[in-house]
């Protein structure tokens, strides 16, 4: 399934059913920005702790993105270094106990052994995606930047919702499910 259009911003995601292990949902989840999917290569992912944590309504910056217009109006490769240090102070600040400001949190997308990680803020009226990746632990961890996006929140919350739509029975609890 693509939710959103290729060019600009999308998720391409399956299940598959198959590859089931432990009751949890397998399959592929790759986002894709400017016309380039990421991870690069096809990778088996854990898709239902994925989509889950997407969709936390109280730490997901994926499904309620956060309105920052100073961080916004920042340069591609400015906004992601100042965003990759509030998010993990631990890389650029030297201190391994600094304490991670959360507010415009990185979502993982595909599998963490990609080391993929994408920020999404709005400026009120627009969404703005930053995709980067973590670079070999012998450079300390930190993340390097390699492209952005910005889309209406219209066309971004368009995609949100049929991503949410196709994952909708994993996303609701056995509770959930009993009250529609």
Request: glycine share 6%; charged share 30%.
């Amino acid at each position: 399934m693509i939710a959103g259009n290729p060019d600009t911003f999308a998720v391409i995601t399956e299940k598959v059913a198959n590859w089931r292990t432990d009751d949890k949902v397998s399959g592929m989840l790759h986002v894709c920005i400017n016309g380039v999917a990421y991870p690069r290569k096809p990778r088996a992912t854990d898709v239902e702790n994925n989509i889950i944590s997407l969709f936390d309504e109280q730490t997901s910056a994926f499904s309620h993105p956060k309105v920052s217009r100073k961080l916004f109006e920042m340069k591609g490769k400015k906004l992601f270094k100042r965003l990759s240090a509030m998010r993990f102070p631990q890389y650029y600040s030297g201190n391994r106990n600094a304490e991670a400001d959360c507010r415009f949190d990185a979502v993982f997308l595909g599998p963490a052994t990609a080391g993929y990680h994408v920020f999404v803020l709005s400026d009120g009226q627009s969404i703005r995606l930053v995709i980067g990746r973590r670079k070999k632990k012998k450079h300390g961890g930190r993340l390097r930047y390699i492209d952005d996006v910005v889309i209406t929140a219209e066309e971004y919350q368009r995609t949100v919702n049929r991503l949410y739509l196709f994952f909708r029975g994993t996303l609701e609890t056995p509770d959930d499910k009993c009250n529609n």
